[in-house]
């Protein structure tokens, strides 16, 4: 028999139900049934926004615990509206993501996790701002596609380690590989010809602060974007340190850059290891430098897949493909 129920929302409705009811058709799709046979109803529950109201029906295969799911995606939702005005598509497979395994005893309502405004949409996200927050732990690689949030999140941790008087400045680097350029024939030193590359850095950054707060800061060195080449024979104590595109460091970069961590300093390294752009990328340090690591004390390695990727959701289906190519490529 099928069974109905009714939840109502008041003038958090509109919010929560999304433009064209968008966010409707995307909570229904968590519970679209994979093996209902062709021409059979393919939703263990369908949602129906009406007015100010939600209606949910059963179908094939629903139990209590569908309900209890979809009533704690939308509470989130509901208290996502609350507390920001709105709620974003990403937000939205937030909550169906946390809501996963949630059964009919759960009654505490689910807060979506955040970190400097942002809110984390996997689980594997959170483990990795777990480890970025935890003090002991002093070195954290996070790997994996693009599209998985591993630098946005390294800068959103260090700046609040920052704000919270924990570290006394950030230190991000990246090695000075380019991406199919030739940086030899851009105009001005070093510094100059890599500044385009760090352009996702400076970005992470004023999604934190104010445009004039970042300014002072670099100004007087507290934060410091610089490449690679420019780490060698410095001490960084006292800093959270973020080296990204690790992929495209060499193992004797890596071991350098590893190697200047000071006392009370911590470092992120995050990179994607298919997208090496050395000319040799057997000598890729990123790798080599997990299997020798991952084990000792202190040291957290986070791996991130394309169901973590939180772009516009055919980012996830793009890289998988790519994947699926490269396999093949390889295979043949």
């Known amino acids: ?26 909570i229904q799709e968590a519970f679209r049934d994979p093996n209902a046979p062709r021409g059979a109803p393919a939703y263990r ?39 920001k005005g709105r709620v974003r598509e990403g937000e939205v497979l937030a909550a169906i993501s946390f809501s996963e395994g949630s059964g009919e005893g759960v009654s505490a309502p689910m807060q979506l996790p955040q970190l400097g405004g942002l809110t984390l949409r996997t689980p594997r996200q959170v483990h990795y701002v777990e480890a ?26 260090a700046v609040e380690a920052l704000k919270q008087e924990r570290v006394d400045r950030i230190i991000v680097t990246r090695p000075a590989v380019e991406a199919g350029e030739k940086l030899g024939y851009l105009p001005g030193d070093l510094a100059e010809k890599v500044d385009p590359y760090l352009q996702p850095i400076w970005d992470a950054f004023r999604s934190q602060m104010s445009e004039n707060d970042l300014k002072a800061r670099r100004e007087r060195n507290i934060i410091e974007v610089a490449p690679l080449a420019f780490m060698r024979g410095r001490t960084l104590s006292n800093a959270f340190v973020i080296a990204d595109e690790a992929q495209n460091a060499t193992i004797l970069q890596m071991k350098m850059v590893l190697t200047r961590l000071g006392e009370g300093s911590r470092m992120v390294v995050t990179g994607d290891p298919s997208q090496i752009d050395l000319v040799r990328p057997d000598q890729s340090g990123l790798a080599h430098a997990i299997s020798i690591l991952e084990n000792v004390p202190g040291v957290e390695v986070i791996r991130f ?19 699926r190519d490269e396999g093949a490529r390889g295979g043949s």
């Open 45 to 83: 529950l369908t949602l129906d926004a009406q007015g100010d109201k939600l209606i949910i029906k059963s179908g094939a295969g629903a139990t209590a615990a569908d309900f209890a799911r979809a009533q704690r995606i939308v509470d989130a939702l509901v208290d996502q509206v609350r507390r």
């Open 132 to 157: 970025l927050r935890d003090e002991n732990i002093d070195l954290i690689f996070g790997v994996g596609p693009a599209g998985t949030g591993k630098t946005f999140l390294a800068v959103a941790a």
């Open 305 to 323: 897949a394309t169901q973590d990727v939180v772009r516009h959701r055919l980012v996830a289906h793009i890289v998988e493909a790519y994947h």
């Open 1 to 26: 028999m099928s069974e109905a129920r009714t939840i109502a929302l008041g003038e958090h409705a509109q919010a929560v139900f999304g433009p064209l009811h968008r966010h409707v058709a995307q």
